[in-house]
């Protein structure tokens, strides 16, 4: 019968518990960093539905992109890289005029 390490009294091989922790905390992050993310997306279509800015739709987004990409990459950052187009899309939103006037 083969080895398999460590064993509790079930016969079950041992928990790697800090390699769940380790995803778990994988996981969570992404999850953060994802979720502003598509905020700052969703406000920047927002710009582009309501201020018909889609030059500044397409800066938000790429810049969104690029700060999530550095905020999945750098954990002490998080999801602070991505709040920022997040405020600045929903500072376009509220100061940029233009619009349909009805």
């Known amino acids: ?12 091989p041992d928990m ?3 390699a769940h922790e380790d995803t778990y905390k994988g996981f969570i992050h992404f999850t953060e960093v994802g979720t502003v993310a ?4 969703v406000a920047a279509l927002a710009v582009g ?15 969104t992109l690029v700060t999530a990409a550095i905020g999945i ?3 002490k950052i998080g999801w602070r890289a991505p709040a920022v187009p997040l405020v600045l899309m929903l500072l376009a939103l509220m100061v940029m005029g ?4 009805h």
């Open 49 to 63: 539905g309501v201020k018909h800015a889609w030059i500044t739709v397409i800066f938000g987004t790429i810049l």
């Open 1 to 12: 019968m083969a080895d398999h390490g460590n064993t509790s009294e079930a016969g079950h």
């Open 16 to 18: 790697d518990y800090g």
């Open 98 to 101: 233009g619009g349909a006037a």
């Open 73 to 75: 990459a750098a954990p």
């Open 38 to 41: 598509c905020l700052a997306i």
